[in-house]
Nanobody, 127 residues
């Protein structure tokens, strides 16, 4: 069982930055691939970024490439999402997700692939 708690959301002007943090409970964090998803008002939840167990492989949706960076610290049971040059269309509730992964290099971009979810943190970008 893994429990996830996100933090770091808030209100920022377009062009600004935020860093989201996801703290995971349990001693098996390093055996889980991690992802960030987001859901804007009236829209379906969508994939944003993913990272492999060992942190060496990352994957992003095209709309955030070059602006968002996902990273993890297995010693601290934490995954981060650094978001730069934010745009109004980035406004959404951001969710951290985890799933056990056999391969240390695998990452996942489909929400049904993930077993554990946080409660979400609101990010609002004003124009």
């Amino acid at each position: 069982q893994v429990q996830l708690v996100e933090s770091g959301g808030g209100l920022v002007q377009a062009g600004g930055s935020l860093r989201l943090s996801c703290a995971a409970s349990g001693r098996t964090f390093s055996s889980h691939a991690m992802g960030w998803f987001r859901q804007a008002p009236g829209k379906e939840r969508e994939f944003a970024a993913a990272i492999s167990r060992n942190g060496r492989n990352t994957y992003y949706v095209d709309s955030v490439k070059g602006r968002f960076t996902i990273s993890r610290d297995n010693a601290k049971n934490t995954v981060l999402l650094q978001m730069n040059n934010l745009k109004p269309e980035d406004t959404a509730v951001y969710y951290c997700a985890a799933r056990p992964a056999i391969s240390s290099n695998s990452y996942f971009s489909i929400d049904n692939d993930y077993r554990y979810w946080g409660q979400g943190t609101q990010v609002t970008v004003s124009s």
